[in-house]
């Protein structure tokens, strides 16, 4: 028999904090889900997507671009290359680099992956009105830019 849910101290429930947590909480989950539905990680979607924007690319400059760390790269690359997704050659100009390349069902897999996360999103933000998501999301992009040149964090030049 499962428990009703406890309440929320009120002293924390409206802290911006504790609204961010609570709702990335629910976005990983939706988005997390929505890449199982389709056989696939967060992960395979960041490196296939960023495969597409940027090009072919070294594990290492992938890793860097994607935001992945290296001991979960390689682990990544060597399921996505098992399927078929991306491919993975030495690079002619240093045989003990390798080039990774995404593949024609890499970007089958990637508009697939491209399809369930704009569910997600709509799913995550179907209580808001078109322009609340927009307002929502300049006011996330604001605080993260702040955040991210305050750590250095960011590839975005100062405001």
């Known amino acids: ?23 990335a909480n629910h976005a990983h989950r939706l988005v997390s889900d929505g890449f199982a539905a ?20 070294s594990q290492a400059t992938l890793g860097r671009r994607s935001g992945i ?15 078929d997704l991306v491919d993975r050659t030495p690079d002619p100009t240093d045989r003990r680099r390798n080039v990774i390349t995404l593949t024609t069902p890499g970007k089958r897999q ?5 399809k369930q996360l ?7 933000l179907d209580p808001l009105s078109p322009a609340e998501r927009d307002q929502l ?19 975005q030049p100062p405001h």
């Open 110 to 114: 990637l508009r697939r992956l491209e």
């Open 137 to 155: 999301t300049e006011l996330l992009s604001k605080l993260l830019d702040h955040h991210d040149q305050q750590t250095g964090n960011s590839d």
């Open 38 to 57: 389709a056989d696939a990680r967060g992960y395979h979607y960041r490196i296939l997507a960023t495969l597409d924007e940027f090009g072919p690319a």
């Open 69 to 83: 760390h290296v001991s979960d790269m390689v682990a990544t690359i060597n399921e996505l290359a098992e399927l």
């Open 1 to 23: 028999m499962q428990h009703p849910p406890e309440p929320t101290p009120a002293r924390w429930k409206n802290l911006p904090t504790w609204l961010l947590t609570q709702t």
């Open 118 to 124: 704009a569910h997600s999103q709509e799913e995550l």
